[in-house]
């Protein structure tokens, strides 16, 4: 059974940095790509970024790239999100994701519980 488990969210201002980590298990994690989403209150849940399985491809939303970096951790079998400069409109719940593809339209086969973010302004 796959679990998706998300850390490092929390309360920070307005221009401060946050990293999230996913840490997962029930499979081989080298083998899949992962993926950050979010969703702020009244929102549809957003794309922000995506990492290829071997890590050497990656893509962002235009409203996180240059801010946001997405890496991987195969040893620990956890995908990390630095989050710098972080404004208020990147207040929301932010979720992870696996899957077979990094593109972010592809099908995801599993999802975190989410972690909340909340920046102050």
Known sequence: QVQL????????Q?????????????????????GWFRQAPG????????ISWNGGGTYYSDSVK????IFRDDAKNT?????????AEDTAVYYCAQGRSSQPTSTWDY??????????S
């Open 111 to 120: 999802w975190g519980q989410g972690t909340q973010v909340t920046v102050s």
């Open 79 to 87: 995908v990390f999100l630095q989050m710098n400069s972080l404004n």
């Open 66 to 69: 240059g801010r946001f970096t």
């Open 14 to 34: 307005a221009g401060g940095s946050l990293r999230l980590g996913c840490a997962a298990s029930g499979r081989t994690f080298s083998w899949y790509a992962m």
């Open 5 to 12: 488990v998300e850390s490092g969210g929390g309360l920070v």
């Open 43 to 50: 929102k549809e849940r957003e794309f922000v970024a995506s």
